[in-house]
C-alpha cells in the first residue's frame, strides 16, 4: 500500500465500527444536555484519575503533551458548544459566539506547532515514528491558511429543533474538505501509526454528518467526535500500537510528500476563493458572512 502497510480484513471491519461508533455516539450526544454532560464531563473526570494516569504516561504513544492538550481541548469545545447551545441569551452573544472560532484555531495551532517542531524529528519520539522533513513545513503552512480561512464566526446561531445544534453556514464543504485533507496529513506526519483511524475514519466521521445528517453543524461534530476519540485512545493506547487492529504507516517519504502537498494545495485553493469573493463582494471577513449568496449557505441559514 502507498499509504500504509498491508490492511487485513479484520482491521478494515474494524475501521468501519469506529466509524460507525463516533458517528453513533455523536448522535446520542445530540439527544440533550444531560446526556452531553454526562459524556463530556462527568466520565473524563472520572477517566483522569483512574486510568489516564496509569495509560497515557511518558513513553507511550499517547503520553505527549499534544495528546494532553487536545483532549482536554477537544471536550472544552464540547462543553463550551453545549453551553452557547443551552445557556439563555449565549447563543446571541457576541463574545460567546468568538468561543467556536477561538477553540478551533486554537485547536489547529496545537497540530501546527506540532508539524514544525516534527520536522526536525527522525526516528521513534515518544513511543511514535516520524520521519521530520519539509512535508512537515508545507502542511504547518496550511494549518495556518486554514486559521486563517475561517470566516462568518458571527453568523453562528441555534437551531430552533429540540436538538438545539450550533449552526455555522458561513462553513462550507470547500473548507471541511481543506480542512479534513490538512488534519489528515497532520496526523500521518506526526503520529503516522495512529493515521488509519484517528486520520481517517475520525474526520469523515464527522463530515458524514456534516454533509448528510445536520448540515452546518460540522464543528459540532468535529468537537465530539474528537473528544470520543481521544477519550478512547488514552484510555486504550494499545488498540492503535500493538493490538492485531493496529494498521502501521508505510512510512514513504513519498506519501509523506504527496499527503502534505495535497493539503497544502486545497487550502491555498480555499484562500484564494476567498479572496476573490471578498474583493467582488467587498464584504468585510471580520464584520459579515462571506460566502451568504451560495446556495449551500442558504440552505443552512433558513433553519434560524
Not at 444531560?34 to 513513553?59: D, E, I
Not at 506519501?255 to 476567498?274: G, H, M, Q
Request: aromatic share 16%; charged share 10%; net charge positive.
Amino acid at each position: 500500500m502507498f499509504l500504509f502497510e498491508p490492511i487485513p480484513w479484520y482491521s478494515v471491519l474494524m475501521w468501519f465500527g469506529v466509524l460507525a461508533g463516533l458517528i453513533l455516539l455523536n448522535e446520542l450526544a445530540r439527544l440533550n444536555k444531560w446526556v452531553s454532560l454526562v459524556l463530556f464531563l462527568v466520565l473524563p473526570a472520572v477517566l483522569t484519575f483512574t486510568v489516564w494516569v496509569h495509560t497515557a504516561v511518558p513513553g507511550s504513544s499517547v503520553g505527549t503533551w499534544f495528546h494532553w492538550a487536545k483532549v482536554y481541548s477537544s471536550l472544552a469545545g464540547c462543553l463550551g458548544f453545549l453551553a452557547i447551545r443551552n445557556i439563555k441569551g449565549w447563543g446571541t452573544n457576541k463574545f460567546a459566539l468568538m468561543f467556536p472560532p477561538l477553540i478551533l484555531a486554537i485547536n489547529i495551532l496545537e497540530a501546527v506547532v506540532r508539524d514544525f517542531q516534527a520536522f526536525s524529528f527522525n526516528g521513534l519520539v515518544d513511543g511514535v515514528m516520524i520521519i521530520g522533513g519539509p512535508w512537515n513545513i508545507m502542511n504547518g503552512i496550511a494549518g495556518l491558511i486554514n486559521i486563517i480561512t475561517i470566516t462568518g464566526w458571527m453568523g453562528i446561531f441555534i437551531g430552533r429543533d429540540n436538538k438545539k445544534d450550533m449552526l455555522w453556514p458561513d462553513m462550507l464543504w470547500f473548507w471541511i474538505i481543506a480542512y479534513d485533507l490538512w488534519n489528515f496529513a497532520y496526523v500521518y506526519n506526526c503520529v503516522s501509526d495512529h493515521a488509519f483511524y484517528a486520520g481517517a475514519a475520525l474526520l469523515i466521521s464527522c463530515t458524514i454528518p456534516a454533509f448528510f445528517i445536520k448540515k452546518g453543524a460540522w464543528l459540532q461534530h468535529r468537537a465530539q467526535t474528537l473528544g470520543f476519540w481521544m477519550m478512547f485512545v488514552m484510555t486504550f493506547p494499545n488498540f492503535v500500537d500493538t493490538s492485531m487492529f493496529a494498521v502501521k504507516s508505510s512510512h514513504n517519504p513519498t506519501a509523506l510528500f504527496v499527503v502534505s502537498a495535497l493539503a497544502l494545495a486545497a487550502n491555498v485553493a480555499v484562500l484564494v476563493y476567498e479572496i476573490y469573493k471578498i474583493v467582488k463582494t467587498k464584504r468585510n471577513p471580520l464584520k459579515e458572512e462571506i460566502y451568504s449568496d451560495l446556495p449551500a449557505f442558504r440552505q443552512v441559514a433558513k433553519l434560524k
